[in-house]
């Protein structure tokens, strides 16, 4: 009851966000706090989360920089 309530406050696409964040946490605290391996099969499915993430966050877009010409105005940003 209590995790609708809050994704219904936080909405769904934050929601999500934290959820791919969640493993990789508490694999990173287990490793600090309790002493457990972080090996190459844990790095790569951290990082395998990570950029599910910022997929989730950019919707699968990045962000392309223009380069303006010597001499030549830039042209306008599009929002």
Same mark, same amino acid.
């Given at each position: 009851?209590?995790?609708?309530?809050?994704?219904?406050?936080?909405?769904?696409?934050?929601?999500?966000?934290?959820?791919?964040?969640?493993?990789?946490?508490?694999?990173?605290?287990?490793?600090?706090?309790?002493?457990?391996?972080? #090996?190459? &099969?844990? =790095? !790569?499915?951290?990082?395998? %989360?990570? +950029? #599910?993430? &910022?997929? =989730? !966050?950019?919707?699968?877009? %990045?962000? +392309?920089?223009?380069?303006?010409? !010597?001499?030549?105005?830039?042209?306008?940003?599009?929002?």
């Amino acid at each position: 009851m209590l995790y609708y309530r809050g994704i219904r406050d936080v909405g769904p696409a934050s929601a999500s966000i934290m959820m791919f964040l969640v493993p990789v946490v508490g694999t990173t605290c287990s490793a600090l706090f309790l002493g457990e391996s972080f #090996g190459t &099969v844990q =790095a !790569v499915g951290a990082a395998v %989360l990570l +950029v #599910g993430a &910022v997929l =989730a !966050v950019t919707q699968g877009r %990045l962000p +392309v920089r223009q380069r303006a010409v !010597v001499g030549e105005p830039a042209a306008p940003r599009r929002s």
